[in-house]
């Protein structure tokens, strides 16, 4: 079992701690990880996969494709099946316990019913964290914007300090569904979560599991959703600026 691990900076999310605790049980069960090995080309040949990265080569009887909205055209059948979009958070700076009370009393995580909706929750020590689907160049302008919906849903949290801001990318399917399955090669792959990864991730983790261990499973009803193509590929910078703008739209007049 080999891992390979690219994360960046910018894209940590904040619930790196799970991934962390998961690889760590893999690295105590024989597997081994290697960080920072970006894949840069995939061949299968005599049914083994050569995966060659920027620090060496792997062959594999498996393969898994976990790459979600950092797709790339290494595996050209799903580059072509996935629109990437960005979501972004800010964490302001620790709250007093009487002002945190009383703007989540439950301290539940919310999020609202518009098309491009604001998500937020309180962390333990009471920084409020907010995130959205905005979209535009990940510098301070785009988290100044972000700052700005926080407090057009909070104004009390005006004077509190943004001591974190932070963005990745998710993936969006035709279907709107996450797939999972084989690649043309027979490579597994999931992917296309909507933004809702942290649990389906896992369950399709557990998905890809069971077919390596038994390949003749019963299949489940996601297995049998045909991946399709997004049209127009190379305007897909367009259409998602199109479509950004017409939800935007939406989200005001309604
Ligand atoms: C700000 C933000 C907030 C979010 N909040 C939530 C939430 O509250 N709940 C929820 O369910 N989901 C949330 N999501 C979505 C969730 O993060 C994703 O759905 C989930 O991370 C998908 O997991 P994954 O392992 O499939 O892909 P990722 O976590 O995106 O991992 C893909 C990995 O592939 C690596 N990779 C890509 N190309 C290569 C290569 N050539 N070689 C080696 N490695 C490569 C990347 O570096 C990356 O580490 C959020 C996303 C963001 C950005």
Not at 36 to 42: A, G, L, P, T
Not at 123 to 149: H, V, W
């Amino acid at each position: 079992m080999a891992i390979f691990l690219l994360i960046k900076p910018a894209i940590k999310t904040f619930y790196s701690l799970f991934n962390i605790k998961v690889l760590t049980i893999r690295e105590r069960e024989g597997g081994v990880i290697y960080e920072n090995s970006k894949v840069i080309s995939i061949e299968k040949k005599n049914n083994k996969f050569h995966i060659h990265t920027s620090s060496g080569k792997v062959v594999a009887k498996e393969l898994v494709i976990a790459t979600n909205g950092y797709t790339t055209s290494i595996t050209k059948q799903l580059v072509r099946s996935i629109i990437p979009m960005n979501s972004n958070m800010i964490a302001t700076e620790p709250l007093d316990e009487s002002i945190a009370k009383k703007l989540i009393p439950k301290k539940r995580g919310a999020f609202d019913t518009k098309n491009l909706l604001y998500y937020f929750r309180l962390s333990k020590d009471n920084r409020m964290l907010f995130g959205s689907r905005i979209a535009g160049p990940q510098d301070g302008t785009l988290y100044e914007k972000l700052r700005k919906c926080m407090l057009h849903v909070f104004p009390q949290l005006k004077e509190s300090k943004i001591d974190y801001q932070w963005g990745g990318k998710l993936a969006v399917t035709r279907s709107m569904f996450p797939h999972v399955g084989k690649t043309e090669d027979g490579a597994h792959f999931a992917l296309g979560y909507s933004g809702h990864g942290v649990s389906l991730s896992t369950l399709m983790g557990q998905i890809i599991a069971e077919n390596i261990a038994a390949s003749d499973r019963e299949k489940c009803s996601l297995e049998k959703l045909p991946l399709k193509e997004i049209p127009f590929l190379n305007q897909r910078g367009l259409i998602l600026s199109l479509a950004t703008n017409y939800f935007r739209l939406k989200d005001l007049i309604s």
